[in-house]
């Protein structure tokens, strides 16, 4: 049964990696029967299961838990997590460098997978659906920032001089114009002009919509 799920889930998984312009990777699962003796035994069982990924022609195979990549990671374990949202029981989801080397396009596919994924399968905003999960996304790309529905920004401040500095975090909530500022500076910098801030703006309100 194991073995058939593999298969099962080796296609599921490839089918997202094309939605996330991950169209030449490949996922395969590898599982080794131990000895029914073998001191390693555990409370899995007989089997050893292995993810191996290559994400890129003419590489090799590697286990899903060495490779190097951060957003690849998050990219791969976000397919997973949407193929398997209505079977895990975990509530809560940390994504960082998801957006790694990415566009503007995947972004704004990314951002809405996470969104459903958030609200459940069915993608409705509830608390009472079961499969619902909270995700925490660290971003720099508007397109996913825009599809969250809270948006917090973290700033690092620096206070004093010499050896008295001081480094400081703040988290701050951003609502209204302050997060389509926030959302324009992703896009423009410092000081974005009126037609940034207006694209921000129909960000926010595409993604209320759905």
Known sequence: RRTAAGRRLKTLVEAQFAELE???????VE???????DPAL?????????FLVRTNPGQERQALRKIASGGELSRIMLAL????????????????EIDANIGDRLG?????????????????????????????????????A??????????????????????????CVLEGDARVQELAEMMAGKNPTP????????????????
């Open 195 to 210: 037609a940034t801030l207006t694209h921000a703006r129909q960000l926010l309100a595409a993604n209320s919509k759905t």
């Open 146 to 171: 825009a599809c969250a529905d809270h948006h917090l920004q973290i700033r690092k401040d620096v206070a004093g001089s010499g050896d008295g500095r001081q480094t400081s975090a703040s988290v």
């Open 81 to 96: 997590k949407t193929i398997l949202a209505d079977k895990d029981q975990i509530t809560v989801l940390v994504f960082d």
């Open 22 to 28: 991950m169209s030449e990777a490949t996922v395969d």
């Open 31 to 37: 599982i080794v029967t131990r000895k029914p003796d």
């Open 42 to 50: 555990d409370s899995t069982g007989l089997d050893n299961v292995e």
């Open 108 to 144: 704004a596919t990314i951002g809405r997978k996470m969104r459903a994924l958030a609200r459940g399968a069915a993608g409705r905003k509830s608390a009472a659906n079961s499969h619902a999960h909270q995700i925490i996304c660290i971003t720099h790309l508007s397109q996913i």
